[in-house]
């Protein structure tokens, strides 16, 4: 990938409003156009081919990018990570398995986004559980679904609630967010968004509205992982369906030392 050259970035200087209207040239691809040029960067290597699916994307990295403006980190930078997101996706894209390179690429460039986010954010360590990431990038989502808008600590009941929503403890939920709140990167922080006035990082969440593009991939994605894990159940004994589903497919997992204990292993 490191040989696809001129593709558009984004920079302060350029201005975002510039860097959307250049991608929105590069136009959509067609199912069947897709899977063409995807066999072709399969079986050639044909540059041509990833260049011109990685362009077709970028609208898509774009958006995805705009959701984590709020972690105060530079808007130019985050599109930058979702595009080396994407690129690797159409790198790594099967056109066999029979998805979108849509479905599959918002997996790679939501992965792409976060890790420069955890990199970023000095309160985040690299060997952060992986609920405490899931508590970093979803605590304030939970408190604009129920409204916890207060400064400071939040009222225990709202603690309560956002911890067994997020399956975490209480005292991870209050620590979180004090350090969200007076960190690296306050929500009450004034900014200038290109030009169009003062505003705070608060108001530039994650959009909440429903995306129906975004929801059918994900949809998309869900179906034919179903499928395929329905396939490859198929083949296996009771006893390593069981295991796989204990350990796996359960809400609570099993150990293995209580595996080995019920299979004399």
């Given at each position: 990938?490191?040989?696809?050259?001129?593709?558009?970035?984004?920079?302060?200087?350029q201005g975002l409003n510039r860097y959307?209207?250049?991608?929105?040239?590069?136009?959509?691809?067609?199912?069947?156009?897709?899977?063409m040029l995807a066999k072709r960067w399969?079986?050639?290597?044909?540059?041509?081919?990833?260049?011109?699916?990685?362009?077709?994307?970028?609208?898509?990295?774009?958006?995805?990018?705009?959701?984590?403006?709020?972690?105060?980190?530079?808007?130019?930078?985050?599109?930058?990570?979702?595009?080396?997101?994407?690129?690797?996706?159409?790198?790594?894209?099967?056109?066999?398995?029979?998805?979108?390179?849509?479905?599959?690429?918002?997996?790679?460039?939501?992965?792409?986004?976060?890790?420069?986010?955890?990199?970023?954010?000095?309160?985040?360590?690299?060997?952060?559980?992986?609920?405490?990431?899931?508590?970093?990038?979803?605590?304030?989502?939970?408190?604009?679904?129920?409204?916890?808008?207060?400064?400071?600590?939040?009222?225990?009941?709202?603690?309560?609630?956002?911890?067994?929503?997020?399956?975490?403890?209480?005292?991870?939920?209050?620590?979180?967010?004090?350090?969200?709140?007076?960190?690296?990167?306050?929500?009450?922080?004034?900014?200038?968004?290109?030009?169009?006035?003062?505003?705070?990082?608060?108001?530039?969440?994650?959009?909440?509205?429903?995306?129906?593009?975004?929801?059918?991939?994900?949809?998309?994605?869900?179906?034919?992982?179903?499928?395929?894990?329905?396939?490859?159940?198929?083949?296996?004994?009771?006893?390593?369906?069981?295991?796989?589903?204990?350990?796996?497919?359960?809400?609570?997992?099993?150990?293995?030392?209580?595996?080995?204990?019920?299979?004399?292993?």
């Open positions: 990938m490191s040989n696809i050259k001129n593709l558009p970035a984004p920079s302060p200087e959307m209207q250049e991608i929105r040239k590069y136009p959509m691809l067609e199912p069947e156009e897709e899977y399969v079986e050639d290597q044909d540059t041509e081919a990833a260049h011109k699916m990685v362009t077709s994307h970028l609208r898509l990295a774009a958006k995805m990018a705009m959701g984590y403006r709020g972690y105060g980190l530079p808007t130019a930078e985050v599109i930058s990570e979702a595009n080396v997101g994407l690129m690797q996706a159409v790198k790594r894209f099967d056109p066999e398995k029979g998805f979108r390179l849509s479905t599959y690429a918002m997996w790679w460039i939501r992965a792409s986004i976060q890790e420069y986010i955890l990199r970023s954010w000095s309160l985040v360590k690299l060997g952060t559980t992986s609920a405490q990431k899931k508590l970093f990038f979803n605590l304030r989502k939970a408190k604009s679904r129920i409204g916890a808008y207060e400064d400071g600590d939040m009222r225990p009941e709202n603690v309560k609630r956002i911890a067994n929503d997020l399956s975490v403890t209480e005292d991870e939920v209050i620590s979180m967010n004090r350090r969200m709140s007076g960190g690296d990167a306050s929500l009450n922080a004034t900014i200038s968004a290109d030009g169009e006035g003062a505003a705070q990082w608060q108001d530039w969440l994650e959009d909440e509205d429903a995306d129906q593009a975004g929801d059918y991939a994900e949809k998309d994605e869900l179906d034919i992982r179903r499928e395929m894990l329905a396939e490859a159940m198929e083949v296996l004994n009771e006893r390593e369906k069981d295991i796989l589903t204990q350990r796996r497919l359960s809400e609570k997992s099993v150990t293995l030392e209580d595996l080995s204990a019920v299979y004399d292993v």
